[in-house]
C-alpha cells in the first residue's frame, strides 16, 4: 500500500499492521485529510503556529436533486442549511423544512420571496417585513396625493383632483392675460389702471382690470394660470 494521502481506507490499520509501518499510516491520514480539505482551504503541507491555514478560500456546493434533510446532533435538529440545486440555484433550508431561494440560477441574483411582497396598494397590512412592490407604492402615492395645473378665465372655478375634497387641497392663481388695451388713452377713460387675480375660498378665480375713473362696465376680465395640490 501506498503511504501517500491518495486512498482513503478506515480499515488499516490492523492488528495485522507491522509495527514499523505505525508512522507510515500516520503520515497517509495527514496528508488525506489536509489534501482534502486544502480544495477549498488554506492548508500547507507544513505551517508556522500564527499561520492562517484553515481559513476557508470558497465554498462548492455539489447540486442537490431535492431539499437535504437537517441534520440531528445530540437530539436537536440543526436550525438551517444552505445547498445547491441541480440547475445552479442557492437555497435555505429553515428549521420549519421550507426552503427559501437566495440565488437564481437563471437570473443570477439575489430574490426575494414572494412571500415578502406586498401588491396591495392600499398598504393595509402596515407590516414592518413586507415589501410594497412599484405599482402598490406608485398607487398609494397616487391616492394621498394629487396635483392638478392649468389656464382659467375670469369666473371659472378651480377643479379638484380626482378623488380629493376642497378641504384636503390648497391652490394658487396668477394672472396670465388681461385685454385692456381700448383703455389706454386720454380723453374721459382715462385713469389709473390695477390687476387683480384672486381666488376665493370655493375657488371662483378672479381675473380683471379696473380702471379708475370708468365704470364697472368698461373693466376688462382675463385668465390666470392655477395650481392645485391635494393631500390626504
Not at 486544502?38 to 500564527?50: L, N, P
Not at 437566495?102 to 441574483?109: D, F, G, H
Not at 413586507?130 to 394621498?144: G, L, R
Not at 375634497?165 to 394658487?172: K, S, V
Request: glycine share 10%; hydrophobic share 35%; with cysteine.
Amino acid at each position: 500500500m501506498a503511504y501517500d494521502g491518495a486512498a482513503w481506507n478506515e480499515t488499516v490499520p490492523t492488528n495485522a499492521t507491522a509495527a514499523h509501518e505505525i508512522d507510515d499510516i500516520a503520515r497517509d491520514i495527514k496528508i488525506g485529510v489536509r489534501s482534502r480539505l486544502a480544495v477549498e482551504h488554506v492548508w500547507g503541507s507544513s505551517q508556522a503556529a500564527t499561520s492562517s491555514a484553515g481559513y476557508h478560500t470558497y465554498i462548492s456546493l455539489q447540486g442537490q436533486t431535492g431539499a437535504p434533510s437537517l441534520a440531528v446532533v445530540a437530539g436537536t435538529t440543526q436550525c438551517g442549511l444552505l445547498y445547491a440545486a441541480t440547475d445552479g440555484g442557492l437555497l435555505y433550508r429553515h428549521a420549519t423544512g421550507t426552503s427559501v431561494p437566495l440565488v437564481s440560477a437563471s437570473a443570477e441574483r439575489f430574490d426575494i420571496p414572494l412571500t415578502y411582497i406586498d401588491t396591495d396598494g392600499t398598504l393595509v397590512a402596515d407590516s414592518d417585513v413586507k415589501i410594497p412592490t412599484q405599482k402598490a407604492t406608485k398607487t398609494y402615492v397616487d391616492s394621498k396625493i394629487g396635483v392638478l395645473s392649468g389656464t382659467i378665465t375670469h369666473g371659472g372655478i378651480i377643479p379638484l383632483p380626482d378623488g380629493f375634497d376642497a378641504d384636503e387641497c390648497n391652490w394658487i392663481a396668477s394672472a396670465a392675460t388681461i385685454d385692456h388695451t381700448d383703455q389706454i388713452g386720454g380723453g374721459a377713460d382715462e385713469g389709473d389702471k390695477y390687476h387683480v387675480c384672486t381666488v376665493a375660498s370655493n375657488r371662483t378665480v378672479t381675473v380683471k382690470c379696473y380702471t379708475s375713473g370708468k365704470t364697472p362696465a368698461n373693466d376688462h376680465t382675463g385668465t390666470a394660470n392655477y395650481m392645485i395640490i391635494g393631500l390626504k
